[in-house]
């Protein structure tokens, strides 16, 4: 339980029996080699080993991060200035006087030494069915598209948002969008009509990107149809481009592109726009603690270069590897390690459109076969799974091929950890469980890398990567300096990677992540530092809840639910699940004299989430309660809805505050009538 809450005591037990790994392999090299390490370091002197390197990027963070950028990207004109930042103030500004464009860095320069080599391998949702995309062709394609963009009006500057599923058409048109200077906006395309709205209103898009229906797990999705009802509440919009993802064709309205064809249409060459480092690269929707997503922004050259850093070091991707990140391309994760981090290091990715369980258990692992994935990066929510299904499934196939697993999203419990590392790893690959989120753009604490035969702890995060200084802050601010301690989690100094602001609402940003310890970022989780100096992290520290690696924010869904005629008001938590680490319940009062049948409200309050937001936002449990617990001052007590929640009557803590007691009784009846004597799961 302690994930749920940020309860830090409880985390202190778990982590002491802790199992250590030690890889009799080394990772980055036989002894300690600067230079074969990370090349820019040649020159970084008083650096011997892993440790020093990482020292050094934090203590002389312009020369470091100066050397890797210039090194590692190319420019158009080069920077004068490495880093411009004020935490305090939620200034930061990285490579300013730089020039280059995005999407020369993740394709043109790489024409050059490899045209042939395939950029994006498609496994769609029916295993046997990839396409792999070359280099040349996802050059081609993406400036036939950059053309069509321009020609139709869009502009440097603007916001296309796309609501595609992960396809090689989806980033073609994020590259296309970097390459004439627009900014993209990525919507996740499991959201409903209303939260896609909400985006594309708030990002003011006028051109959105789509495709006729999407594939996945077997089953058929209306993504134009969702599309055109969001876009009946958007005025800026004024054309939608659709690309046919099946052969069933759609209704088409005057608005509406049809793009390969149109694409067809268009020269395979497109002038590049040379975009300042601090130009917007995208935004991406994330929730937080208050009912409105925020669109995080991130610009051109710091969000590229840590992506691509990060990816190589984390995961230990050379040349010619395949990275399979199972991720959707609608999150942050599927941004950084299924699109920019690897198209940035000329790498190989894969961009999976299906589920772990389609057609059987065994997809991830056949895939893995098939396709010879080298590091496999997924969602500890989806090994939970898998695990359950038994060996055999990931037994059957040969996965001699994969050298490094990754793990994100949320915290992964021990025994999924060794399950991924015993079974899927055959014990010989490290297991890198990656924390980072939408807000620092790459993984920010990881296992790796490290000085080679470093150990690595299941189930922690651990190390900072290059440039990052992670500090644990106690409730009064002071920051903690000991060991086996736990606290919030804020990073100490500005990186390239982190976002910039919050789009149309910089205060909120400076509100949110620079205020709350002044000259520190505060990533709103809680984490445990170990005797031993390393990290792991607890969860969530406001009213944001995590669904299967899926940011919600508890007073996204009350706002939906209080729409409801019969609602007066309700309270919405995060309980622990089996599977998906965290599940929705609420609960809710209804307006006085309102005379319902109890089950069908409910459904229609699961039915009025998934429309409203998403299916996998829809609560589990509903408890309607005549009241809730409330302080005097009217706060509604969530930690006591919790604790009836998790069972753990004992810690119910300090009532004294509490307006009316009896109303913990009642919410303690009410739950266990609903959810009987066991725990919901
Ligand atoms: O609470 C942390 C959790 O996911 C949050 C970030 O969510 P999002 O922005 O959607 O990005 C997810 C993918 C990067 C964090 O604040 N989280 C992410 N990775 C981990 C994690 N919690 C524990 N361990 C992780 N490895």
Not at 262 to 280: I, K, Y
Not at 323 to 345: E, K, M, Q, R
Request: charged letters at 20%.
């Amino acid at each position: 339980m302690w994930l749920l809450c940020g309860c830090t005591s409880k985390c202190l037990l778990t982590s002491s029996s802790r199992r250590v790994v030690r890889y009799s392999h080394n990772f980055l090299g036989k002894s300690f080699n600067k230079a074969a390490c990370l090349p820019e370091a040649a020159g970084f002197e008083g650096v011997s080993d892993h440790s020093g390197l990482q020292q050094f990027s934090v203590s002389q963070t312009d020369r470091f991060w100066g050397a890797v950028a210039r090194q590692r990207l190319t420019w158009i004109s080069p920077f004068h200035t490495v880093q411009d930042c004020d935490l305090s103030q939620g200034r930061i500004k990285w490579f300013e006087g730089g020039k280059l464009n995005v999407s020369v860095n993740c394709l043109d320069r790489h024409i050059h030494t490899f045209p042939e080599r395939v950029a994006l391998i498609w496994e769609r949702d029916e295993p046997g069915s990839e396409v792999k995309i070359t280099y040349r062709q996802l050059l081609e394609a993406t400036c036939r598209l950059g053309n069509l963009l321009r020609r139709r009006g869009v502009k440097r500057g603007d916001c296309v948002t796309l609501y595609m599923p992960p396809c090689p058409l989806a980033v073609a048109s994020m590259l296309a969008c970097a390459r004439i200077g627009a900014a993209h906006n990525v919507v996740f395309a499991g959201f409903s009509a209303e939260a896609l709205a909400d985006r594309i209103r708030d990002a003011q898009s006028s051109t959105v990107i789509t495709v006729n229906q999407g594939v996945r797990g077997g089953k058929v999705t209306e993504l134009k149809k969702t599309v055109d009802m969001a876009v009946q509440s958007c005025p800026s919009v004024q054309q939608v481009f659709v690309a046919m993802r099946t052969e069933n064709p759609v209704v088409m309205t005057a608005r509406d592109v049809a793009m390969e064809e149109e694409m067809l249409r268009e020269a395979v060459v497109c002038e590049p726009a040379a975009m300042d480092s601090e130009d917007v690269l995208f935004l991406l929707y994330t929730s937080g603690s208050t009912g409105k997503p925020k669109g995080l922004v991130h610009t051109q050259a710091g969000y590229l270069l840590y992506a691509s850093l990060t990816h190589r070091y984390v995961f230990d991707y050379h040349d010619g590897d395949v990275f399979g990140c199972v991720a959707d391309i609608g999150w942050i994760t599927g941004h950084s390690y299924s699109v920019y981090g690897p198209l940035a290091n000329g790498g190989t990715t894969v961009l999976f459109e299906s589920t772990p369980v389609y057609p059987d258990p065994g997809r991830y692992w056949e895939m893995v076969q098939r396709l010879k994935i080298n590091q496999f990066y997924g969602a500890p929510t989806a090994i939970r799974l898998l695990l359950k299904y038994g060996d055999q499934w990931v037994n059957k196939y040969d996965r001699s091929t994969l050298k490094t697993l990754g793990s994100v999203g949320e915290p992964i419990n021990t025994e999924a950890w060794d399950w991924y590392h015993r079974v899927v790893g055959d014990g010989r690959c490290p297991v890198v469980d990656t924390w980072w989120q939408t807000e620092t753009g790459g993984i920010c604490i990881a296992p790796r890398p490290s000085n080679p035969d470093a150990e690595i702890v299941p189930g922690m995060a651990m190390r900072p990567f290059f440039g990052i200084r992670p500090v644990l802050m106690d409730s009064e601010g002071k920051t903690l300096t000991s060991n086996n301690t736990s606290g919030a989690l804020c990073i100490a100094q500005p990186w390239p990677g982190m976002a910039r602001t919050i789009h149309n609402d910089h205060q909120r940003f400076t509100e949110t992540y620079c205020q709350p310890y002044p000259g520190y970022f505060f990533t709103g989780d809680g984490a445990y530092r170990s005797k031993e100096g390393y990290y792991q992290i607890i969860g969530r520290l406001d009213d944001v809840i995590n669904v299967s690696g899926h940011r919600i924010g508890t007073a996204e869904l009350e706002d939906v639910v209080n729409q409801c005629p019969a609602v007066a008001e309700s309270a919405v938590i995060g309980y622990s699940h089996d599977i998906k680490g965290q599940g929705v319940y609420a609960f809710v009062v209804l307006k006085k004299g309102v005379d319902v049948q109890e089950a069908e409200l409910a459904r229609q309050l699961q039915d009025m989430v998934s429309k409203s937001i998403a299916k996998y936002a829809s609560p589990d449990f509903i408890q309607f309660v005549r009241r809730l617990p409330k302080t005097r001052s009217g706060k509604i007590m969530r930690r006591v809805l919790r604790k009836v929640v998790e069972r753990d009557l004992d810690g119910l803590g300090d009532l004294s505050t509490l307006d009316d007691p009896a109303a913990v009784q009642e919410v303690i009846q009410g739950h266990q009538d609903l959810c009987g004597k066991e725990q919901p799961q």
